[in-house]
């Protein structure tokens, strides 16, 4: 029903980072039903990973997409094992943008991270920045996308439901982000 809808991948979190260490993190197994959603929709699958371990699992399943959230934007540790590892799949990698990065400049080096472990496909994706404005999760960056997508090679998309956190707002939003040129 949702390919139907108009959706064109699964994102299914396997792992779910949490600030509280007593709530939900995920489930190895989940990976198992995100690939078999795959393969009866034929939609590709994209799933957040934050270590190493979660990373071998997701591209030993075959995960198309590796998301890199905002928590993990300035790992660089991690994001240069997962251009490591995923490097001969051509997998993407959606990297988030971290609400406490700083200039655009630390976004653009944490995906070069990624390219210097040998992936190039890299989708940068703004979602927010502090300190939020009232009424919105966080502050709506989309206006940074011209900016990205003339300083990188990269696609940019565009996270407008993080980016305000209210159902009600990310219709325009979305609109925004379109008229600033995301992809």
């Known amino acids: 029903a949702v390919?139907?809808?108009?959706?064109?991948?699964?994102r299914g979190g396997v792992w779910k980072p949490r600030t509280s260490p007593h709530s939900y993190q995920g489930n190895n197994k989940a990976i198992e039903i995100l690939m078999e959603a795959s393969r009866r929709t034929g939609m590709p699958v994209n799933t957040e990973v934050m270590d190493e371990d979660q990373l071998k699992i997701a591209v030993d399943a075959g995960a198309h997409m590796i998301q890199v959230g905002a928590r993990n934007a300035l790992n660089y540790s991690l994001l240069k094992k997962i251009g490591e590892m995923t490097r001969s799949k051509g997998t993407i990698i959606l990297l988030k943008r971290s609400m406490h990065m700083g200039p655009m400049d630390e976004f653009i080096c944490a995906a070069e991270y990624?390219?210097?472990?040998?992936?190039?496909?890299v989708l940068l994706c703004p979602r927010g920045t502090l300190p939020a404005i009232?009424?919105?999760r966080n502050h709506p960056d989309e206006s940074i996308t011209p900016l990205l997508k003339q300083k990188t090679w990269a696609p940019v998309v565009v996270d407008p439901s993080h980016s305000v956190g209210r159902a009600l707002y990310v219709p325009q939003t979305?609109?925004?982000?379109?008229?600033?040129g995301a992809d």
Request: aromatic residues 8%; negative net charge.
């Open 3 to 10: 390919k139907e809808a108009g959706a064109h991948v699964i």
């Open 174 to 180: 979305a609109l925004a982000a379109i008229a600033y």
């Open 114 to 121: 990624i390219v210097s472990g040998g992936n190039p496909n």
């Open 134 to 136: 009232d009424g919105y």
